[in-house]
């Protein structure tokens, strides 16, 4: 890969990964999202983007490691959010 400004990833799985490092790290952002709700018990992970990215987003990791954007606005996302981060999961 040439560049900071390469971009990898694939807009129709709402998911890019930039090489740029963020305070010595890669940051992943979207740029678009997922619109059909993910069933949670096809996610094994959730996490919030970084605040470096253009806009916000979640990204939503399934059991098949599998990473797909979502709009944090999302009841569904929210929901999600709530329940991997309270004790216990």
Partial sequence: LEGAE???GSH???VCVSPAL???VPSTCCFSY???PIPRRRVSS???TSSSCSQPGVIVVTL???QLCADPREKWVQELLKHFQSPGN
Avoid: C, E, S, Y
């Fill in 64 to 66: 098949k490691k599998k």
């Fill in 22 to 24: 963020t305070d010595g």
């Fill in 34 to 36: 997922q619109r059909q």
């Fill in 6 to 8: 390469a971009v990898l």
């Fill in 46 to 48: 959730v996490f919030n």
């Fill in 12 to 14: 129709q799985d709402h």
